[in-house]
């Protein structure tokens, strides 16, 4: 058989188009339902004019308060909160809560479920959904329904239910006149504007939108130069070529101040900034991105300013080393001596030094003094072994003399002159080089010869380190934030950065080996009193009591700075990582564009988040089986609030109006988790267990799955509405203003 509705082929009985999702039976019996009415037009056409003429009048006027009656009821309609869950593999459709009622939109038919799947239009007029997504290929037919028209069983449901597109990528997005924006599988880029399917561009990598009009597409051209066009939905014929043969395109916010970066002839970097009512301008060279804070885009630039780096260098041997030179083998010579062994019968007035030895061997014993076992030549050779020179031999005093003759009478047999064998003459043969003191002038030399070159190297010009530009892009304005940085390093929501004027210490021209080792001065230093970057575009200084704590904090484990308007948190954790963590949250207030001295907040903190004048941080951490439960705590200008008490933090939600839900115990069947509201006071309400997922929908109302059920709370009970459910969705939720989940955790 054949789809009705999309004319497709299907299986016979089927009670849904694998295709289109549009159920057969209300096709045919609509079918039915159009023919009957066409046979009622037909006999209406054969009877007089004349004679029906007020009836027909009356039926047209009917006819009209009808239809007016029925598009205000749609409009009402699509004015309040709808609701879409996907139960059994097919989305239903709720638009009141406290009724018992759902509608059946279409068959799902995915193999994957997520809030990807499904989103409203911003009228509130349709809702846009995947059926047979295949996560495999990423795609699925993407259909459309106009949900306001929707009536519980009714046969006319279909005519409101359309295929947009099939083989469509996931990240389809709608504009604010209802738009929607969508890529197929073979890269084309369409746009359906309520009737028709209009290809954009083909072959694209990516795309964005403004919201409204405007449209951001990136492709490649033959050779992979990437290249982004721009068009507006009111002129799709005439797209804009924004930029080419770039490196990277930044993510665009601002449609008319888009950011990229492309690589010059010189492989220099330079950046770039588009609109669609602005050509191209190079607005730096040598450029990085750094971060964007409250809309504001910052980023380094190279200019003209360098710095030496023989600057940073501390250097006490700059004149002894001019004035060594290398050393000359000739003013190093020595003489060389011959040593001859006296005999008893030689005169020793012949000679102008005698020397003896403990360790070379004489005539006297046949072998060294010092390996004789008597008493009196252990202690002979004790006491002047060490005095002997480089040859082995020691000269001949008169004390020396007298110790000789001693051992020479007690071991000797008498005759004169026996203890002259004792004794050596010494005469020179020639000269030899002095290799240790030749070797020590050498390595002097040598020394001072490197130090010279690495002199030279550091006073180079070449290897002059650039100073960069801080700029700040703010709503199409270019500002000049500091043109004198050196290094920057990114903190919790915001960033630090140097100047040479921040590096106060230098390093010892003896302790370089290598430029880099002066090149790492110019690196954050935690310690120095570096400048931080605040949410409001201004900029302050560490003073040194804060700069030591960040610094000796870092040094025993991690530790992370997060910056409000007004004061900076030092969140420090040891090194040890657990589920019951046990950092230290710090505090120091921004007074006169200087952070204070830190003050503890608390020894017992996990830092989670902060934004312009809040921090968040949980404590308390224990451990219930498996499962860690913690408080939640804010912290404004010093002063923390309990927010809630005994949460597990998977997922816990703090919104708008200090509201917050949580997950507040385990499910015995691991199958979900208790669900609480805890109200601006820290007062909780369990609403149910086994919850799964959930939505607030409004001020004291929630939509959650449990056990596999959807139900609704109102703020009093909750009510069933469905089995077996899978996913969830709403037009509107009430606005989060933080989440805190696991992986904010850092265990």
């Known amino acids: 058989m054949y789809c009705p509705k999309c004319g497709k082929e299907i299986p016979d009985n089927s009670k849904y188009c694998g295709v289109c999702g549009a159920k057969i039976e209300q096709i045919d019996s609509e079918k039915n339902v159009k023919n009957?009415?066409?046979?009622?037009?037909?006999n209406i056409k054969n009877k007089s004019i004349l004679k029906h003429c007020l009836p027909i009048v009356g039926v047209l006027v009917i006819a009209i308060i009808i239809i007016i009656g029925v598009k205000n009821l749609f409009l009402k309609s699509s004015d309040k909160n709808a609701y879409v869950y996907l139960s059994n593999g097919t989305y239903e459709l709720v638009t009141n809560l406290n009724k018992d009622q759902s509608f059946e939109i279409a068959s799902s038919k995915s193999d994957d479920i997520g809030e990807y799947l499904l989103a409203f239009s911003p009228d509130g007029k349709y809702i846009y959904y995947y059926t047979k997504y295949d996560s495999t290929s990423g795609t699925g037919s993407l259909c459309r329904a106009e949900y306001g028209r929707l009536r519980e069983d009714s046969k006319k449901n279909e005519q409101y239910i359309e295929i947009v597109a099939t083989k469509v990528f996931l990240g389809f997005k709608i504009v604010d006149d209802g738009t929607v924006i969508y890529e197929?599988?073979?890269?084309?880029?369409?746009?359906?504007?309520?009737k028709d399917s209009i290809q954009i561009a083909e072959n694209i990598d990516y795309f964005w939108t403004d919201g409204m009009e405007k449209v951001v597409y990136e492709t490649s051209d033959d050779f992979g130069n990437r290249i982004a066009y721009g068009v507006k939905l009111s002129d799709l014929e005439n797209p804009i070529m924004l930029a080419s043969d770039y490196t990277v395109f930044y993510t665009p916010d601002d449609f008319e101040n888009m950011m990229y970066i492309k690589t010059e002839e010189d492989d220099t970097e330079s950046m770039y900034v588009v609109g669609f009512e602005k050509d191209a301008e190079k607005i730096a060279k040598g450029a990085r991105f750094l971060a964007e804070i409250e809309g504001r885009k910052y980023f380094l630039s190279e200019n003209e300013k360098k710095v030496n780096l023989y600057d940073f260098v501390e250097d006490n041997y700059r004149e002894a080393d001019a004035s060594i030179s290398e050393p000359d083998k000739d003013n190093f010579s020595i003489p060389k001596y011959r040593y001859g062994q006296l005999y008893s019968e030689d005169n020793l007035e012949d000679y102008d030094e005698i020397y003896t030895t403990c360790s070379q061997k004489m005539y006297f014993y046949s072998r060294p003094i010092a390996d004789k076992e008597q008493d009196n030549c252990k202690e002979f050779a004790m006491k002047y072994q060490q005095m002997e020179n480089e040859d082995g031999y020691l000269l001949v005093t008169e004390e020396i003399k007298r110790e000789i003759q001693e051992m020479a009478a007690e071991d000797g047999q008498g005759y004169d002159g026996e203890w002259h064998e004792f004794c050596f003459y010494r005469e020179q043969i020639g000269t030899t080089l002095d290799y240790e003191a030749y070797n020590a002038a050498y390595e002097q030399w040598n020394e001072a010869q490197n130090r010279i070159n690495l002199r030279q190297e550091?006073?180079?010009?070449?290897?002059?380190?650039?100073?960069?530009?801080?700029y700040c892009l703010d709503n199409g304005t270019l500002n000049?934030?500091?043109?004198?940085?050196?290094?920057?390093?990114?903190?919790w929501n915001t960033f630090m950065y140097n100047t040479p004027e921040q590096i106060t210490e230098k390093v010892k021209i003896e302790d370089i080996a290598t430029i880099q080792d002066v090149e790492k001065l110019f690196e954050i230093n935690k310690a120095a009193e570096n400048i931080v970057m605040l949410l409001d575009g201004a900029t302050c200084v560490m003073s040194s009591s804060a700069a030591e704590a960040y610094a000796t904090a870092t040094n025993d484990g991690y530790a992370m700075l997060g910056v409000t308007d007004k004061e900076v948190y030092l969140d420090e954790i040891d090194g040890t990582l657990s589920l019951e963590i046990k950092g230290t949250l710090s505090m120091a207030n921004i007074t006169d564009g200087v952070i204070g001295e830190f003050v503890m907040i608390s020894d017992d903190a996990n830092f989670m988040n902060v934004d312009k004048d809040t921090a968040y941080y949980t404590s308390n951490y224990y451990q219930n089986g498996d499962v860690s439960y913690?408080?939640?705590?804010?912290?404004?200008?010093?002063?923390?609030?309990?927010?809630a008490r005994d949460i597990i933090p998977y997922s816990a939600n703090v919104y708008k109006d200090n509201t917050i839900l949580a997950y507040t115990n385990s499910s015995e069947t691991d199958q979900g988790y208790e669900l609480s509201v805890i109200d601006p006071k820290g007062e909780a309400t369990v609403i149910d267990?086994?919850?799964?997922?959930?939505?607030?929908?409004g001020e004291s109302e929630v939509l959650y799955i449990s056990d596999g059920n959807l139900y609704f709370y109102n703020g009093n009970e909750s009510k069933f509405l469905d089995r077996n459910v899978e996913w969830i969705w709403s037009k509107d939720a009430m606005e989060i203003a933080y989440t805190l989940d696991h992986y904010s955790i850092p265990y």
């Not at 550091?458 to 801080?470: A, F, I, M, P, R």
């Not at 043109?483 to 920057?488: A, F, G, H, K």
């Not at 913690?630 to 927010?643: E, H, N, R």
Request: proline share 0%; aromatic share 6%.
């Open 36 to 42: 009957e009415e066409n046979k009622i037009d037909i």
């Open 458 to 470: 550091l006073q180079s010009e070449e290897n002059d380190v650039s100073v960069k530009t801080l």
């Open 630 to 643: 913690c408080d939640l705590y804010s912290c404004i200008s010093g002063t923390s609030t309990v927010l």
């Open 689 to 697: 267990d086994k919850v799964e997922k959930y939505i607030r929908t």
């Open 480 to 491: 000049k934030v500091d043109e004198n940085v050196l290094s920057t390093e990114g903190l």
């Open 184 to 194: 197929k599988n073979n890269n084309a880029l369409y746009c359906f504007d309520g």
